[in-house]
């Protein structure tokens, strides 16, 4: 199975930034589709940002304009640089593969203060 490592959360303020990194254990971008997703507390889980093998991207509305998906595929590595950040983006981020492996890693808890 792959694993999945995510980082870079942390505590910030209303318009500040993060950038997420998610580690692969193997190589999968070439092959996959890749994801960022989140989940608040009470919420369900969404997608907010997707990279296809062809390196095209998409977003959710709520983090377009504000959210980057990119990926480095020598390092194995999806990264999420966030700008802009609300109090409304505070939670739980994950990455996984597209469609989605039956695996997730901790995630990376990203709190933005009010």
């Known amino acids: 199975q792959v694993q999945l490592v995510e980082s870079g959360g942390g505590l910030v303020q209303t318009g500040g930034s993060l950038r997420l990194s998610c580690a692969a254990s193997?190589?999968?971008?070439?092959?996959?589709?890749m994801g960022w997703f989140r989940q608040a507390p009470g919420k369900q889980r969404e997608l907010v940002a997707r990279?296809?093998?062809?390196?095209?991207?998409n977003y959710a509305d709520s983090v377009k304009g504000r959210f980057t998906i990119s990926r480095d595929s020598a390092k194995n590595t999806l990264y999420l640089p966030m700008n802009s950040l609300q109090p409304e983006d505070t939670a739980v981020y994950y990455c996984?593969?597209?469609?989605?492996?039956?695996?997730w890693g901790q995630g990376t808890q990203v709190t933005v203060s009010s």
């Open positions: 193997k190589s999968i971008f070439s092959i996959n589709a």
């Open positions: 996984n593969r597209l469609p989605v492996g039956v695996y």
């Open positions: 990279i296809i093998s062809s390196g095209y991207t």
